[in-house]
């Protein structure tokens, strides 16, 4: 007999090779006919699998994110059958599940593939789908595997198995179907109801561009095609809201091939947008005590050299900018801490100092591949919103915690409110992806841990996601199409304070290390502009957006009473723009509700003679007349009502 502990705390004692799914039937008919995956111990199986020893047992079911991780790796299993079917001679690579579906890397030969192929792909996977197939994991040996791939003369799958070891090799079957794959699967493929093929994109195996270019295949399934009916409706309407579409129509950024791939262009627009922004939080940063710098954008290689950070992204950074003087080479700046830590320096500081916290809206640049850049969310040169607080041992929980309330303060002042903290620790199993003493290590992440607690944040611990320096804090924010997106990281570090040899004097006298605290709510404005836009839809906070008012005169002979309202309102602090173009009022107004203004003012005869000017809220509210007195008035209250003092 075996002990099974269950997350309810539960302990149930059976048979030595009972399976997940029998416990589930022990629990109840209706559980077990809704799970689809489980976690034994540490490792996810099938439910089928025979549980041999004493361990923990989690059951998931397709409310589960793992549960779907299961769902959408098998449903890649049966779309790769499909495509090997459809086009015979086609080497298959790897087929992961996402955070939306799954995807899978082809290398199609001589064949080819578009959107007109894809209801026929749909087609075939479904009906491979409704046989009810079993995923039946077996342990090969490693000579099998290689035989076996071999024979099917696919060097990808035959790399990735030279990469192992005997006794850790296993194929999955299905059909007529065998696939290399660690496992975690469905009980069979007769759950999947719908599947669709969103689109297929370009991809370098192993994601080296020195590889063969692959095709990636991205689909999704569900277990109902109501839910990809859906679903699809939410594609359609994160179309609407794509930030490139809509900073294009909204006149924000640009790209030019000229200037260069992933270095966004901001118009005026767009650049008055990321100035309120800024200046939003340096007002904020001003009130916590901050204080600005301004660092250069390149800086010596050596720098980033003594930070860890050539040795961790050297590769994937600008190559070394060359000087007239020998072996003199600088980088274009990847990161902006190194430099704040050489600012920490400049002169000696006492406990009594302490803390010290600079801020600094620093651009920095990193080589992304041309196939990773994506509009605003993934470019190669950004600015970070990036402070660093400079703090003794027992200011770190003190001072972590004014960092929570200044995030938390920028996140729910630009509509964010649906969040949850992730508490990004390291991973024990891999301790070469870090970089300083255990020791460290452990009190950083107890620092977080414990301020966390302290602000009553709904968190989650995810081991392995740790910066190679130290943990941190991210804000996991969920949009209103309900994406999940990391915006917002404290970051504790013991490590670099010891590689640039910062110190103050103690109490003692002595000389003792200070804490750093990396910190950055917008995390880069070019993404946090994009996430922005896509969340709102482009209808910003009434604070924030580039122009609030458009006043539209009914004719020419209204256009000085038009200029009159405009001075009042700039008067009031009101952004506005009158539009005098010789075009009629129907196609202006139909106009400003494209660019959503907020609102548009319409002054004709009446309003003229009444000192009045008629309003209509972006959406098409008619809020009637008002005199420029009481629509200032109405416009201060709803941007206080949304922008509270920090």
Wanted: negative net charge; aromatic residues 10%; glycine residues 8%.
């Amino acid at each position: 007999m075996i002990k099974i502990a269950l997350p309810d705390g539960a302990v149930k004692e059976v048979q030595q090779g009972t399976t997940a799914i029998e416990i589930a039937k022990s629990i109840s008919e209706g559980l077990a006919r809704n799970v689809i995956s489980a976690q034994y111990d540490d490792t996810t199986v099938e439910v089928t699998t025979p549980l041999t020893h004493d361990g923990r047992l989690t059951l998931y079911t397709w409310k589960d994110d793992a549960g779907k991780k299961a769902f959408w790796h098998s449903s890649s299993h049966v779309v790769a059958q499909a495509l090997e079917e459809l086009y015979p001679g086609i080497l298959l690579t790897i087929g992961p599940a996402i955070e939306k579906g799954f995807y899978y890397d082809v290398d199609f030969g001589e064949h080819t593939i578009s959107e007109k192929d894809f209801p026929k792909i749909e087609k075939r996977a479904l009906e491979i789908a409704r046989g009810k197939h079993d995923f039946k994991m077996r342990q090969v040996s490693k000579k099998e595997a290689l035989s076996y791939y071999r024979q099917q003369n696919n060097p990808y799958k035959v790399e990735l198995i030279e990469d192992l070891s005997d006794g850790e090799i296993t194929f999955c079957d299905h059909s007529t179907f065998t696939d290399l794959c660690r496992g975690g699967h469905i009980p069979n493929t007769g759950f999947i109801k719908a599947i669709k093929i969103l689109n297929v994109a370009g991809a370098y195996w192993r994601g080296d561009e020195n590889n063969p270019q692959l095709t990636r295949v991205y689909g999704i399934s569900f277990p109902k095609q109501k839910e990809l009916n859906e679903y699809l409706e939410l594609l359609e309407e994160a179309k609407k809201r794509d930030h490139r579409k809509l900073g294009k129509e909204l006149e924000l950024f640009t790209f030019s091939q000229k200037v260069g791939q992933g270095l966004p262009l901001w118009l005026p627009k767009g650049a008055a947008l990321r100035e309120r922004l800024e200046n939003f939080l340096k007002a904020a940063q001003k009130k916590a005590g901050y204080e600005m710098v301004v660092t250069p954008h390149i800086g010596q290689k050596e720098l980033y050299v003594t930070s860890g950070h050539y040795a961790k992204y050297g590769e994937d950074s600008f190559q070394p900018i060359q000087t007239p003087k020998e072996e003199e080479e600088f980088l274009l700046k990847p990161m902006n801490c190194p430099h704040h830590c050489e600012i920490y320096k400049y002169r000696p500081w006492s406990y009594k100092d302490l803390p010290i916290r600079y801020a600094e809206f620093g651009t920095v640049y990193r080589y992304e591949q041309s196939g990773e850049l994506h509009g605003l969310t993934r470019v190669r040169g950004f600015t970070q919103d990036d402070a660093h607080i400079f703090c003794t041992p027992d200011q770190l929980g003190e001072e972590f915690k004014k960092v929570i309330d200044l995030t938390l303060y920028v996140l729910r002042s630009l509509g964010f409110e649906n969040f949850t903290a992730q508490v990004s620790t390291r991973d024990l199993d891999k301790p070469e992806k870090y970089i300083g003493e255990t020791e460290n290590w452990e009190k950083a992440e107890q620092a977080i841990i414990d301020a966390a607690e302290a602000k009553g944040l709904d968190y989650v611990i995810e081991a392995g996601e740790a910066a190679f320096y130290g943990p941190k804090l991210d804000f996991m924010i969920k949009d209103a199409l309900g994406r999940k997106w990391q915006l917002g990281t404290i970051q504790v570090d013991y490590n670099l304070p010891e590689r640039f040899d910062l110190t103050y004097k103690g109490s003692d006298n002595e000389l003792h290390r200070p804490v750093m605290i990396h910190r950055a709510p917008f995390g880069s404005m070019e993404r946090f502009v994009a996430l922005l836009l896509e969340h709102s839809g482009g209808i910003f906070p009434l604070w924030l957006t580039p122009q609030q008012v458009t006043i539209l005169p009914v004719s020419e002979k209204h256009e000085k009473y038009a200029q009159k309202v405009l001075n009042s309102l700039e008067n009031h602090e009101i952004r506005a723009l009158i539009d005098n173009r010789n075009e009629t009022v129907g196609k202006k107004i139909r106009e400003v509700e494209m660019q959503k203004i907020p609102f548009m003012i319409i002054v004709g005869e009446k309003e003229e003679e009444e000192d009045t000017i008629s309003v209509r809220r972006h959406g098409g509210e008619d809020l009637g007349q008002l005199n420029v007195k009481g629509f200032s008035n109405l416009i201060a209250t709803e941007i206080n009502s949304t922008l509270k003092s920090f």
